[in-house]
DNA sequence: TATAAAAGGTGTAATTTTACACCCTTTTGG
DNA sequence: CCAAAAGGGTGTAAAATTACACCTTTTATA
């Protein structure tokens, strides 16, 4: 695994999606094969919408997520989500009508679970409604710590912490940018100019090496100082 | 009920900590009474700090409590909760040690409820796990959309939210502040002098009228409207 | 009660970020 | 294939925010 430090959200006896899966019985599972199906969508489509009715519940099965919210037609990118993630889970559940967008940075495999089939193993299988509900409490327990994190930081630390992520995600000091700068700059919350200026003074500092959309980290230490102080 | 309206968090059918304890059995019900105590703290007092060991579900009985949660040596406010809500229930579950801190805003009445007995009650009573579950996602959905939302703002926006927020919490549109302005600055992530300075503008204007730390809405609609655009 | 510490407050300089005005290049669609 | 739109990029002015310097009042506490 990447060098990388994750200092609050210690990952350390985490519950991942398969852990709260393997708990259940083998008649449990044949019922989960059936009540689900998969979906491919292509970098850059849309998967689902605010304000769509909630019957899925969506599991990642290979891909990368942006997960965004509107408020006061605002739009805020909430989290990146990748393999064997729940999209969005820890909202499913709460309304009728889905509170938060999606939409694939990378193709993406989606499993798609009918919300009734889902409702039913947490109430037959007590033992899965526990390991769901501790992996439901670390993801937003991360979801929060990221956003707080992300948010008192200014473009530069902001940004080193995301080229971060996507490290992680692509588990590689190399990779190439999903999205424009311009959409890098709108998940940021930053102007474009701002993030275009930041990410040229990087490339200049040669603490990343840029072409285009590939980006490599150079000097991974600084990166790291600018995500924690910056 | 006040004439605030909250967009975005629709609260219909939103699922609360009393609607998941009414489908316990009157057995669970002693069980959950005899796991269970109740603790008061005075206004200012930390409740719980992050990094302690989570032994405990916590829920407040009466007052007015601050979450906050630290990262790379920042402390963010994430929500201010009241009667009748867990503290920080979405991450007790997640981890050993606790990944926030609280603190009581106003003389508080917390129940603590050992968290072998919660753990307990969700795998044996099936529809007690699903409509913590709800809840659980409800109170997450709106604890991200609150933080996008105030992170979305610039400083006249943040506080016009906050002074919304409290005239909810307080169920009036008079009310006195329960922390200092330089708390309060702390809490919205801006400089003690921008607060002030804000709270002064919004006091010339006539949208507010301050003595000291009471605080009375004189113009909801642009309060509101701040709120909203700012 | 004296004294320090914390809170409240104001004006001004410095910093951060955006907005604007451009310009060039690439992609897209009729 | 051409025009328009979108993306990438840069310099400079404008706006938002902080930081600093300073002052007064209130609150703790030795």
């Known amino acids: 695994m990447l060098g990388i430090e994750y200092k609050n959200n210690s990952n350390r006896s985490t519950i991942s999606v398969n ?10 599972r044949i019922t989960l094969r059936e009540g689900s199906s998969f979906l491919e969508f292509e970098k850059g489509e849309t998967i689902i919408k605010q304000g769509f009715v909630a019957n899925n519940i969506m599991l990642i099965d290979r891909g990368v997520v942006k997960l965004d919210v509107t ?7 909430v989290k990146l989500l990748s393999d064997g993630q729940f999209i969005g889970i820890i909202c499913s559940f709460a309304h009728k009508n889905l509170s938060f967008s999606a939409e694939a940075l990378e193709n993406t495999r989606v499993e798609i679970i009918e919300m009734s089939t889902f409702q039913h193993l947490i109430q037959s299988n007590g033992s899965f409604a526990l390991l769901l509900i501790q992996h439901m409490s670390a993801m937003t327990s991360g979801l929060v710590h990221w956003m707080a994190r ?11 912490i995301m080229l971060l992520e996507f490290c992680k995600i692509y588990k590689s000091y190399k990779f190439e940018l999903p999205i424009t700068r311009v959409g890098l700059a709108k998940m940021l919350g930053y102007s474009k100019e701002s993030l275009i200026k930041t990410l040229s003074k990087f ?28």
Do not use: M, P
């Not at 408020?71 to 990118?77: I, L, N």
């Not at 992300?150 to 080193?160: C, D, I, M, T, W």
């Open 71 to 77: 408020d006061d037609h605002k739009t805020t990118t």
């Open 19 to 28: 852990d709260c899966f393997e708990v259940l019985t083998s008649d449990e």
């Open 150 to 160: 992300l948010n008192s930081k200014h473009v530069e630390g902001a940004l080193a």
């Open 203 to 230: 490339n200049k500092d040669e603490i990343l090496s840029i072409n285009d959309k590939e980006i490599e980290v150079l000097d991974l230490k600084r990166l790291g100082n600018i995500a924690e102080k910056g």
